[in-house]
């Protein structure tokens, strides 16, 4: 999380340029600043949310195969953006050639920035609901207004320290909103019952593909990684991007959603608001205070990702600027959005960018694992590299087809992404070597 320090040290834009070895961070430092990504309401409704139709059972086994292959997916990320200190824009330049990346820095950060007005929107809600005085529009400005200076480049060498005193806020928080519960309503054993009467048989498999649809956290890893020193690419690759973070990111945070939700009355359909409303009807002042150590965290990790690939695309089109004006941009562009009706657009929007997601992890997997990189010479590359190219839009179209097909093939169109797009990498880069190799 050290970007603008990182462009004092060298004089280098950290969007366009590979973290130096004198700017990494260390393994606590660089810890508790991705571990701010796991503290979510989100997390929490989505467990609840799948729990709710598919069963709470089926959600938990989904759960874990989703730390499983997080965790192994996030281990080879991660570790090569150690060794070459680059960002999902300067890798895609590599994989897709300099335009042809474009792409995936414009998913990327209007990615962030959804995720930004969503969690920011959770704590100007719970601020309204407790201070009705204080009205919603007011509310999202002064969570703007906090947000953008934390990932400003003054406040990054703390930021690691904000987010190491509110992971036992977070953890904290989240055991006393179940224990507050049990208290309150007595245990709920039926809570591991919670769902339809009769769930789907393999309704563990529609929840472990509704995690896919987050594979931006796989982009999110590749950013926060690089900043890792190589020496330590054992401890990041094994626990700090491994399955632990994922045991508390969809795990505990979604078991908690399970059983508060199934154990706290709440009105209407759920969704993010009601889970908040619950949790503040339970614990209060206390309950905000959770509120807000959880999406603040977040949101560091929001603003911080969308500012760098937001900078990293418009520098493609001759719009540079500091980093600054871009942070400032991406707080005026959330506080807009989220003083909008814009969600149920957003949630389709999200759909859909998720299978481009999913395809651009199968292409890098396949590059890493399987090709060959030069990670030195980035300016001159080409703009449009066809075998990437290929490779990303013809997995994303197959996967885009089986989405809108629907049925029972809809819930393979993730998956089946992910391989086609490695496959596609894997086999058109094979021979684009040896076609290059018989000509030579």
Known sequence: ??????????????????????????????????????????????GASLALSYGARNALIGMLLSVISYGLVNSVLSRFAMRSGLSVALFSRLLFGSTGACLATLIFFSTAIYYAVFEGSVIAVALNHLYPQLAYPLAALLVVLYSVPMVLGSVQHWLDKLNGVLLPVYLGGLLAAVGWSISRYGYQPQWLDFGPAIPAALGWWDCFVAYMGVWILMLFTFDYARFGKPEDAEYHGRWNFGMPFYMVTFLLNGAAGIYLVSSIP???????????????????????????????????????????????????????????????????????????????????????????????????????????????????????????????????????????????????????????????????????????????
Not at 357 to 368: D, F, K, M, P, S
Request: hydrophobic content about 55%; overall charge positive; charged content about 10%.
């Open 1 to 46: 999380m050290a970007a603008l320090s990182q462009s004092r040290q060298t004089g280098k834009d950290p969007a366009n340029h590979p973290v130096s070895t004198d700017a990494r961070m260390g393994r606590l430092s660089l810890t508790m600043a991705w571990w701010a990504v796991c503290s979510a309401m989100f997390y929490i409704v989505v």
């Open 266 to 440: 709440h009105e209407g359909a759920l969704n993010e608001v009601s889970v908040v409303m619950a949790i503040l009807q339970l614990m209060g002042l206390w309950g905000l205070l959770f509120v807000w150590a959880t999406q603040t965290r977040i949101n560091t990790a929001n603003y911080y990702l969308a500012t760098l690939n937001m900078q990293a695309f418009f520098s493609r089109f001759g719009l540079c600027g500091s980093y600054l004006l871009w942070a400032l941009a991406v707080g005026l562009i959330v506080y807009g959005l989220m003083l909008a009706d814009v969600f149920a657009y957003l949630l389709k929007a999200l759909a859909y960018q998720g299978i481009f997601v999913v395809a651009w992890v199968g292409v890098a997997l396949a590059q890493i694992l399987l090709g060959r990189l030069d990670v030195v010479a980035l300016g001159g590359e080409r703009a449009w590299n066809a075998v990437g190219l290929t490779a990303w839009f013809g997995a994303t179209a197959s996967g885009l087809a089986l989405m809108f097909a629907g049925g029972g093939l809809g819930s393979f169109s993730a998956p089946s992404t992910v391989m086609i797009a490695f496959a596609l990498q894997a086999g058109l880069s094979r021979r684009s070597r040896v076609l290059s190799q018989s000509i030579q």
